[in-house]
């Protein structure tokens, strides 16, 4: 095993049939080095993820048959960045385009609840479609947004506080039109009338989709699973030492300052 018919010594494992060292998996048929998995047919070095049948470099994940990047996320077969959350069928950027329909109809929801706390009524309105309607009971339904509006305005202005937080989001998106409910807890305090109310609902909404890439409100509305009013005089230490719209505690109760919101007191 040690000595070939010549005498000399030779490894059936390390020498050629011509007694030079090769190894079968480091010599090709002309005795030059290849690598089964690092050569080509014609001793080149390849790899069978790096390179495509003619030779040249390529990458399944990230390159396609004609050798464009394409990265499936981000990139179709002809290179074209794309995202099928960030833009349209034409390629082109729009408004809630990047944002799932899900996270721009919550982003919606959040505006909704910010303007009317702050009594933002320009940001509020553009929330919803001109023909939005709402409904809160039985008694109190709006069949536009004009007259849902005039009613936000008139009863929950500058001299009510209000706190809305909406959470547990279920939405379902179909195309262009969505459902959404959520879950609400609101507090109102009225200090002229020396009332605070509690509460908590459930929203029940539904959105469209808009020509100018936004998604909108075009119904809303609650139903109530508790709600509780308490007289401020039954809390004779509570004191209002803050409020956006200049509504500040004094020794005979709440008074208003007449000031911009949003400006020092």
Sequence with gaps: MDQDTGGQERSDRGMGAGGQERSDRGMGAGGQERSDRGMGAGGQERSDRGMDTAGQERS???MDTGEQERGEPGMDTGARERGDVGMDAGGQP??????DPVAAISRLKFRYLR?????????????MVPEATATYSEYLQFESREAFMAFMRNTLGPHVITEHRCDHPEIDVDGDTATGTWYLADTVLIPAHNMLLRGAAFYTDRYVFCADGCWRIAHTGY????????SLSDLPSLRLTSSRWGLIAREDG?????RDPGTAP
Excluded: M, Q
Aim: glycine residues 6%; aromatic residues 8%.
């Design 115 to 127: 303007a009317l706390d702050t009594k933002s009524w320009d940001v509020f309105a553009d929330t």
């Design 60 to 62: 399944d994940p990230g």
């Design 94 to 99: 729009r408004s809630d385009r990047g944002i």
């Design 254 to 258: 709440i008074a208003s300052v007449e």
């Design 223 to 230: 139903e109530r699973t508790y709600e509780v009013v308490l």
